[in-house]
Nanobody, 120 residues
């Protein structure tokens, strides 16, 4: 069973910043894609940002709502990613889930989630 361990959530005021981390097992080649999804109260889980394996050029993808404010990055060797969130808005509030797609299994894995609350 693949375990993804998230950290870094919390309460922040509008305009503030937070940095999320997600650590998975293995190396940077263990997963085809790593990323973050979020779920706001009463809404479906949706994409925040993803980053592909170095074998796929480390390409990134962002939700339109976070472009220019959030940055996804990765550790140079470990299966660990970060999400730097700046200029936070109340609409960014939700549970943030780490996501991974196995490089060989092509299975989807999810973390337990970490709460981010942006207060106005």
């Amino acid at each position: 069973q693949v375990q993804l361990v998230e950290s870094g959530g919390g309460l922040v005021q509008v305009g503030g910043s937070l940095r999320l981390s997600c650590a998975g097992p293995g190396t940077i080649f263990s997963f085809a894609t790593l990323g973050w999804y979020r779920q706001a109260p009463g809404k479906q889980r949706g994409l925040v940002a993803t980053i592909n394996s170095p074998r796929s050029g480390n390409t990134t993808n962002y939700s339109d709502s976070v472009k220019g404010r959030f940055t996804i990055s990765r550790d140079s060797a470990k299966a660990t990613i970060f999400l730097q969130m700046n200029s936070l808005k109340p609409d960014d509030t939700g549970v943030y889930y780490c996501y991974a797609k196995g490089a060989d299994t092509r299975k989807d894995y999810w973390g337990q989630g970490t709460q981010v609350t942006v207060s106005s």
